[in-house]
């Protein structure tokens, strides 16, 4: 089977981490973005208002 071309993050609320809000989205898994850790504008339904999110690491899987 061929390798993976983009990786799942998850993408939280940058000023408050801790929210039940997140993103999920695709990155690549190789290349220059890789190491770059992504940051978007995205609309928060909790606070009602674009924030910035930013990347960070998937919870542990539970079977």
Do not use: Q
């Not at 089977?1 to 898994?29: C, G, H, Q, W």
């Not at 009602?48 to 542990?60: D, M």
């Amino acid at each position: 089977m061929a390798k993976k071309t983009s990786i799942k993050v998850r993408l939280v609320p940058e000023n408050k981490p801790d929210s039940s809000f997140y993103y999920y989205v695709k990155k690549p898994s190789s290349g220059e973005k890789a190491k770059i850790k992504l940051k978007a504008k995205k609309y928060n339904p909790a606070t009602r208002k674009h924030e910035i999110f930013v990347e960070k690491k998937l919870p542990p899987h539970s079977k």
